[in-house]
């Protein structure tokens, strides 16, 4: 089991985000979080990290108990996350944000070269400060900096922010989907769930403080009203 979350709870101060959720991920499924705005996506997302609310509940990766440890070393175990606005540096060029990855990782199956051949419009502008790229090139180079940590487990939080529908087709559907094809384990938080449930073919929804949903995207598309009440869609 790649992920397991165990009556996990998130607050911020005295404010619950989200109680008592449990789900269990296996090593290379495609899982899709959805929920409206402020349903609790992000902040699950953080939860996983450590990066901020407050936590009760167990959170395992790879068999582990990681919820108490820091940042650094729940990636370090085998987590890479994508984050909502990307979160480069902005001074830096392509080569330089993607090397920042490898620092502290031995090498693996991902490296510099393996990069730039998956994503050409990488190499090509590797010398470009990466505040000169378009939102699409910014995200690939998000998920190319996770992909270098050489985690088998990549968080991708609101991965079509920001996007053209043509180019979040392109970097999700396409290359995200090549990614998992290849064995990586994914989870997808995202506010597009008709783009999240062409490439996952499990979902999991967010609502009212609770997970109301976990089982198969095509289950999920055929209930019409709970799409409605929960998605608005």
């Not at 989200?18 to 699950?44: M, P, Q, W």
């Not at 001074?91 to 920042?100: A, G, I, K």
């Not at 999240?196 to 949903?213: D, E, K, N, S, T």
Request: net charge positive; aromatic share 4%.
């Amino acid at each position: 089991m790649m992920l397991e979350l165990d009556k996990l709870s998130a607050h911020y101060g005295a404010v619950e985000v989200f109680s008592d959720v449990s789900l269990r991920i296996g090593a290379g499924e495609k899982v899709a979080l959805l929920g409206r705005n402020g349903a609790g996506k992000t902040t699950l997302v953080q939860a996983l990290f450590n990066l901020g609310p407050r936590l009760s509940g167990t959170i395992r990766l790879q068999g582990e108990a990681v919820q108490d440890w820091p940042t650094h070393r729940i990636a370090r175990r085998g987590m890479a996350l994508v984050p909502q606005g990307r979160g480069l540096f902005p001074t830096l060029s392509v080569s330089e944000n993607l090397r920042l990855a490898t620092l502290r990782q031995p090498r693996g199956a991902w490296t510099l070269e393996k990069i730039f051949e998956t994503f050409p419009r990488l190499a090509e502008r590797r010398h470009a400060s990466s505040s000169a790229l378009s939102g699409g090139e910014r995200q690939l180079l998000a998920i190319g900096r996770a992909l270098l940590t050489q985690a088998p487990l990549l968080v991708l939080d609101e991965a079509s922010e920001g996007l053209a529908p043509m180019m979040a087709e392109e970097i999700i559907v396409q290359h995200v989907g090549k990614l998992a094809e290849a064995g990586l384990t994914v989870l997808l938080a995202e506010q597009n769930a008709a783009l999240a449930l062409r490439l996952c073919p499990r979902a999991l929804v967010l609502a009212g403080r609770r997970l109301v949903f976990d089982g198969p995207s095509e289950a999920l598309l055929a209930d019409r009203s709970l799409l409605q009440e929960h998605l608005g869609v």
